[in-house]
């Protein structure tokens, strides 16, 4: 059974950084077979796309955080990351990671509804 468990979240003032991390299983090689993603949604708001990372190594960033946020994977620890530079508070959200068999996309999608696994989000509060 395929488990996403995401982690990394907390409070920080504007400018700071934060790191998450998207523990998965059962498979040794999860993050190589699978496409993932990190996604977001505050409150009131529907969940958007922040950063994918496609099987392949294809990346793709929503514009609202390209430049400041960087989305990785280490197979040996079959983890995904994103890496969360200069936050806004228009970043506080509950993040969440989400994963795809990766033959079925054909890019790193930003798009919630062709991912088929869901963690159960951390949340990130960012204080001006």
């Known amino acids: 059974q395929v488990q996403l468990v995401e982690s990394g979240g907390g409070s920080v003032q504007a400018g700071g950084s934060l790191r998450l991390s998207c523990a998965a299983s059962?498979?040794?090689?999860?993050?190589?077979?699978?496409?993932m993603g990190w996604f977001r949604q505050a409150p009131g708001m529907e969940r958007e796309g922040v950063a994918a990372l496609h099987g392949y190594g294809t990346i793709n960033y929503a514009d609202s955080v390209k430049g400041r946020f960087t989305i990785s994977k280490d197979y040996a620890k079959n983890t995904l990351y994103l890496q969360m530079n200069s936050l806004k508070p228009e970043d506080t959200a509950m993040y969440y990671c989400?994963?795809?068999?990766?033959?079925?996309?054909?890019?790193?999608?930003?798009?919630?509804?062709?991912?088929?696994?869901w963690g159960q989000g951390t949340q990130v509060t960012v204080s001006s």
């Open positions: 989400a994963a795809v068999p990766q033959y079925l996309l054909v890019r790193p999608s930003l798009l919630e509804t062709e991912y088929k696994y």
């Open positions: 059962p498979y040794n090689n999860f993050v190589g077979m699978y496409s």
